[in-house]
């Protein structure tokens, strides 16, 4: 099993361009972010007969979804996860309220799509393919990549 510094160092390989950078703090969010509000827009009725509680923000299936990333953080340390769960329940939140505002299903498709086209010409000018072409589980160290640089800034 890889370490935590193993990850982002193979990570860090194709994403040494400032631009490709600067677009990952932006995109690698944004993606995260629209795939907990593509979750939150699973109808959660069995869920909430289910818990006999009926409030997105606590019952929806991005809870659950986050069930096997949570684990995989935990496993690269305790600082990760506890990074990526802080930035889970932002998350939760601010899907929750925007679902008050906007449709959550056509705005997190919407923010989804824009953010890999912006995610691949960062990788187009990096001159790079992205990680997870290599191996999956970079869509989960993409995140707590971007965190770990922001923190170290």
């Known amino acids: 099993m890889k370490t935590v510094q193993q990850w982002y160092s193979e990570y860090a390989e194709s994403h040494q361009n400032k631009l490709n950078q600067s677009i990952h703090y932006i995109c690698v969010p944004l993606i995260f972010f629209s795939i907990i509000g593509l979750f939150m827009s699973i109808p959660n009725t069995f869920l909430a007969e289910l818990s006999g509680f009926d409030s997105l923000l606590f019952v929806n299936w991005a809870i659950i979804g986050l069930i096997v990333p949570m684990i995989f953080y935990t496993s690269l340390s305790f600082r990760v ?10 998350c939760i939140a601010g899907n929750y309220f925007m ?3 906007v ?10 799509v824009l953010a890999w086209i912006g995610q691949f010409y960062g990788h187009h000018v990096e001159g790079k393919k992205p990680s997870f072409l290599k191996d999956l589980q970079f869509l989960l160290i993409g995140p707590a990549w971007v965190f770990e640089k922001m923190v170290k800034k």
Do not use: G, K, Q
């Open 81 to 90: 996860f506890l990074r990526m769960v802080i930035f889970s329940a932002i």
């Open 99 to 101: 679902s008050f505002v």
């Open 103 to 112: 449709d959550l299903l056509i705005a997190s498709i919407a923010i989804f």
